[in-house]
Every structure is written in structure tokens, then in C-alpha cells.
């Protein structure tokens, strides 16, 4: 990792400047837990400094980890202290690979790190998609949008309770509107694909009345807003999904009720299934008819085939 030999450095002697960070994003602090750990067992994974002067030190890596010496008055720490003499991309990859040594590094670590090497003219694909797990370059290059979130959001998308996708779309919303759905996504536990679709059906909504999300789901979706613990939240996000699509898309509604509505008079047989065209933007169907077996297919075949041409 091109460090020197670990030095015990005294704490006022290293500058805790979070230029290095793929935190800076957020507003972490050690917790309970952590501090415990670190009290009981100390810091398994030592500081990364860089020199300054003879006296002087640049955090590169570990914030938290000297935050948290300082909450419990430690006055000194074990450091690794790298070369001056490293480039930019060098100290980019070392912070990189610091990070990702915990796992793969989330969304919003993703995009400071990325944002940092576009900034100084750094496009090193190959070290994103390793520490990311992100092959796709296109959606690599769109994640520093999450950082133009405000501090709430960016946690919720650190945290993992808002895909990166999702993220994304919300960054094209107002911001009182996209803060409340970050509420309303964490007390549901709604996931990455209905997200996205609620997204979508609401701002449909919205803007056809011209209403704010808030105003919209105060008067009408009010059943899924401050719910206690015992709500059945799976339940919940089924009939608010159903409710969205129906005033989003109310002639859709209209023609897959009916649809239901004639296959159910028809009395199928059970192995017997009716598929619709995409969308209904057509009269087509599709019918599918499960057999035991091709003998049997057989057998029915000269039957089936005057019934089947068009």
C-alpha cells in the first residue's frame, strides 16, 4: 500500500481535513457500538496520514476512526504514514481500496470517489468497477447526481434503504417532494422496483392536478402516512400501488377490469390461461393451454386445428 513504517503520532498533530473522504457526503459519527469496540480492542485498522512538515500530518483515511478516539480521550494513535511523494491517483486508489476492504463500496462512497477523480482529470474505470461492482460505465458517471441530494436523502442511499437508481430519479424532482418520498419509502420498506413505479405514478399524478406529493397523499393516500408499528406495511404498499396505477393511468384501469371481468364469465379450466396485449393497446390475446404431454397434444390436434385458423 506504499506506506512507511507505523508511527504513534499524537492526535493534535494530524489535520483531520476530510478532503480524502468518500464520507464527506455524509454526517457520520461513531456509535455505540463502534466505540465499544474500539475501547475494548482499540483501532484494528490504523489511520492512513500523509506527512506534511516535520510536525505535521494530512488524514487520508479513517475519520471515524479518529473521531472516535477522540470521544473517548485517547491522546495518541498507531498510524500508517504514507510517501509524500505519491501522485493523486495513487492516494485515490489507497483510499479506494482502504474503503473497500469493508465490502464493496455503497452508492454514495461511489460517487465522491468518482467525482474526486473527475475533478483532477483522473478516469480510471478500471478501479471503479473494482471497488463498486458496477460494470456498466454509463451508470458509473451518472452516480456524483446523488450528491446534489440534500444530507437525509444521501444517507438513506448510503444506508441501502434508496437504490442508487431510485436516487437518481429523484434528483429531477423538487426537493420538498423528494423528501417526502424518502419518508415514505423507509417507513413502507419498500423496494427497488416499486420505488421507481411509484415514482412515476405519482408524478403523473401530481402534475396533472398540480399538486405536491405531500398535498396529494395527505388528501388521498393518507392510509399509508404515519402509520404505527403494527401496520401491515406489505399490504399497505399492495393496495397504494393498485390506487397509483388506477389514477395514473385510470383508461389502463378501465380496460384490465374489464378484461378480468370477461375472463372470469368465461369459466376457464385451470390449465387454461389468457394473456392480453402489452398494455391492452390492442383487442389481441394470447391463450395458453397446459398439457400433460405431447401424446396428448396429439390426440387433440385434429379437433384443435379447424378452431385454430384465423
Known amino acids: 500500500m506504499n506506506e512507511t513504517r507505523p508511527r504513534t503520532l499524537p492526535l493534535t498533530a494530524i489535520d483531520p481535513d476530510r478532503r480524502w473522504s468518500l464520507h464527506q457526503d455524509l454526517t457520520q459519527s ?12 482499540g483501532i484494528l485498522r490504523p489511520p492512513l496520514v500523509q506527512q506534511l512538515d516535520q ?20 491522546r495518541e494513535t498507531t498510524c500508517l ?15 479506494a481500496r482502504d474503503q473497500a476492504d469493508r465490502g464493496l ?4 462512497e461511489a460517487a465522491r470517489l468518482i467525482l474526486m477523480s473527475r475533478e483532477n482529470t483522473t478516469d480510471d474505470a478500471e478501479l471503479w468497477h473494482r471497488v463498486t461492482g458496477v460494470a456498466n460505465r454509463g451508470h458509473l458517471m451518472r452516480l456524483p447526481h446523488l450528491l446534489k441530494l440534500e444530507p437525509h436523502l444521501r444517507e438513506q442511499i ?14 429531477s424532482l423538487a426537493s420538498d417532494d423528494r423528501l417526502f418520498l424518502g419518508e415514505l419509502f423507509e417507513q413502507l420498506e ?28 395527505t388528501d388521498r393516500y393518507g392510509y399509508c402516512v404515519a402509520l404505527d408499528s403494527s401496520a401491515n ?24 377490469r374489464e378484461f ?17 396485449g402489452t398494455s391492452f393497446e390492442s383487442d389481441r390475446v394470447t391463450l395458453s393451454v397446459d398439457l400433460p404431454s405431447l401424446d396428448r397434444l396429439e390426440a387433440l390436434w385434429p379437433s384443435l386445428q379447424s378452431l385454430l385458423h384465423p
Open 158 to 171: 448510503h444506508r441501502g434503504v434508496i437504490s442508487a437508481r431510485t436516487g437518481l430519479l429523484l434528483t
Open 81 to 95: 504514514v504514507l510517501a509524500p511523494s505519491l501522485s493523486f491517483s495513487q492516494l485515490l486508489d489507497i483510499v
Open 30 to 41: 461513531p456509535d455505540g457500538q463502534f466505540l465499544a469496540r474500539v475501547k475494548t480492542y
Open 233 to 256: 406495511r406489505p399490504q399497505i404498499v399492495q393496495r397504494l400501488l393498485q390506487d397509483l396505477q388506477r389514477h395514473s393511468h385510470p383508461r389502463l384501469s378501465r380496460a384490465q
Open 190 to 217: 419498500i423496494n427497488d422496483n416499486k420505488q421507481q413505479r411509484v415514482i412515476d405514478w405519482v408524478r403523473i399524478i401530481a402534475t396533472t392536478e398540480n399538486r405536491s406529493f405531500r398535498e396529494l397523499f
Open 260 to 276: 378480468e371481468e370477461r375472463l372470469t364469465a368465461l369459466h376457464l379450466p385451470h390449465h387454461c390461461r389468457v394473456t392480453p
Open 55 to 74: 510536525h505535521r500530518y494530512q488524514l487520508v483515511c479513517g475519520s471515524l476512526r479518529l473521531k472516535a478516539l477522540e470521544l473517548l480521550d485517547r
Open 105 to 108: 463500496l455503497t452508492p454514495i
